[in-house]
């Protein structure tokens, strides 16, 4: 029988916490309650049919606590006048939060509101918004509070975060909580505090005018004879800053870029050249070497979808970059070595070159075989070192 039953009851008040209504109307001052909730009820029939089921299911209801019945007398031709509830009415917040037991969670609340409210108005609609969250953060929010106090008084601030000073708050707490910092702080610091370009946790530092730690971009010089740096230039590994590789004057002609640090460190040595240890997805860094843009480029990365998507990427900042051993020959040739691509991309790259499109495709499409992986540190080295040769 489709009745309601003492959990189905507080399940309707759950949900209300869940969706957050019930802190939310403390933000606001929304009169929630009395609630009135939906109650379903024996029909007369079902009366008739199973009275003493009705009388054990009143029986249950009825030790609900909390919840306020609504009573109507009920005639019936069988057995006489009885008493049912036709509503079911939560009376109160108070009465609310002992149902579901979160008095406790309300008085945490209510102090996180009462302590915004003095410090930080600004931010009491982002409370009404997400009072659930806030309420996580509960043991945090003084502190949030105060950086968020502090960059108000020290916009664009120009250091590091190791050096804001201030009680209890250090590096590892900021970048623990810099999404919900940064939804805070885009509504209480001034327009001219925000960098809007830079978005996301890993730009945090730039929208709000901090140092960030310095990008780095690794390379080796692979021709004996450039005298660029000390020693044996095969044996080089340098790591610069981004502004230090983009201000370097490396006497090359040649640049390659591979994903993979063995083959990094084992690239062929070729005469007028470097070698980068690619980063994946991000070639941002590698915009501000504009002396990249007078070299020959060459990407090298494994033959399947994302490398091609790699390659895409890099050539929407250096539209001039040729690939490397991602061609059809090279994938056959290493059959024996083929892997799977466990999540492929599907989107359509607009930036490849015929050859590479038509391949693209084929894996894309599973035209060759399914998920189909050739990785670059597969692939044999005196082959590779037989194509870096024939660049001339």
Not at 10 to 18: F, G, K, T, Y
Not at 208 to 219: A, C, N, Q, S, T
Not at 371 to 390: K, T, Y
Request: glycine fraction near 6%.
């Amino acid at each position: 029988m489709n009745w309601s039953r003492p959990a189905d009851l507080r399940s309707q008040v759950q949900r209300l916490w869940d969706r957050g209504d019930i802190l939310s109307a403390l933000v606001s001052g929304d009169t929630l309650f009395p609630k009135r909730l939906t109650l379903r009820v024996p029909t007369s029939g079902e009366l008739t049919e199973g009275f003493e089921a009705v009388r054990n299911w009143l029986s249950d209801l009825k030790q609900i606590p909390h919840c306020r019945l609504e009573m109507r007398e009920f005639r019936h031709r069988t057995f006489g006048t009885n008493m049912l509830p036709s509503a079911a009415w939560i009376d109160s917040l108070d009465d609310a939060a002992a149902l579901l037991g979160k008095r406790r969670e309300i008085e945490r609340f209510t102090a996180v509101l009462a302590a915004t409210r003095e410090a930080q108005p600004l931010l009491v609609p982002w409370l009404a918004q997400r009072p659930l969250r806030a309420l996580e953060l509960h043991d945090a929010w003084e502190r949030l509070l105060e950086i968020v106090g502090w960059l108000q008084r020290h916009p664009r601030p120009g250091m590091y975060l190791r050096q804001v000073d201030l009680p209890g708050v250090h590096t590892k707490f900021i970048e623990a909580h810099r999404g919900v910092l940064a939804e805070l702080l885009d509504l209480a610091l001034a327009p001219e505090a925000i960098d809007r370009q830079y978005a996301g946790m890993n730009q945090f530092a730039a929208r709000y005018g901090f140092r960030d730690k310095p990008e780095r971009i690794r390379f080796r010089i692979l021709d004996r004879c450039n005298r660029m740096l000390p020693g044996d230039a095969p044996t080089h590994d340098v790591t610069l800053d981004a502004n230090s590789f983009a201000a370097l004057r490396p006497g090359v002609s040649r640049v390659f870029i591979t994903e993979n640090e063995t083959n990094f460190l084992a690239f062929p040595e070729a005469a007028d050249s470097l070698v980068i240890f690619g980063a994946g997805y991000g070639f941002g860094l590698l915009a501000k070497a504009t002396w990249l843009s007078h070299c020959r480029l060459h990407y090298w990365g494994d033959i399947d979808t994302h490398g091609f998507a790699i390659l895409d990427q890099l050539r929407s900042v250096f539209d001039h970059a040729e690939s490397l051993l991602m061609d059809r020959a090279t994938l056959m040739a290493f059959e024996a070595q083929w892997g799977l691509e466990e999540i492929q991309t599907l989107r359509d790259l607009s930036r490849l070159r015929p050859e590479e499109q038509a391949l693209y495709d084929d894996l894309r499409d599973n035209r060759i075989r399914k998920n189909l992986r050739l990785e670059q540190e597969r692939v044999g080295f005196e082959w590779v070192r037989e194509a870096v040769v024939g660049l001339g």
